[in-house]
């Protein structure tokens, strides 16, 4: 037991963002932010791979990851891991945190997938 209390507290912070109280929110950021198809980023996600478990398909939700990039800026991830036909294969989620305009943004494909449709663009 006191091993695990002495890595919980010395793992680095991209692994505990609760040790630094501005990774946690950056954190709560993204998954409190409104998606596309969920009233959350994170309930997007967990629905997404709840549908594709339940088509049979395997999938893997890892864990939710923050470092900060800079100043007031972090970056939040998470990676999912999918069964294709012959291989799995993962796909990156990542998002850009501003503390102090608490901003939130994709940077990648799957993430924007995600996020809600911004004004004046068209959606096919």
Known sequence: ML????????????????ADAQAAEAM?????????????LRQALTDRVQAMADRGQGV???EWRVERERGD??????????????QWFERDYIWRVNL???????LTLPAADLMPAEPGI???
Do not use: C
């Not at 091993?3 to 912070?13: I, N, Q, R, T």
């Not at 991830?77 to 294709?84: A, K, N, S, T, Y």
């Open 122 to 124: 068209l959606l096919p």
């Open 73 to 86: 800026v972090y970056i939040v991830r998470i990676l999912v891991r999918e069964e294709g036909t012959k």
């Open 60 to 62: 893997r939700l890892g």
């Open 3 to 18: 091993g695990g209390l002495a890595y919980w507290f010395l793992k680095p912070p991209s692994l505990n963002p609760m």
């Open 28 to 40: 709560a950021l993204v998954q409190t932010h409104k998606a596309q198809r969920a009233p959350t």
């Open 100 to 106: 102090d305009t608490r901003s939130v943004a994709a």
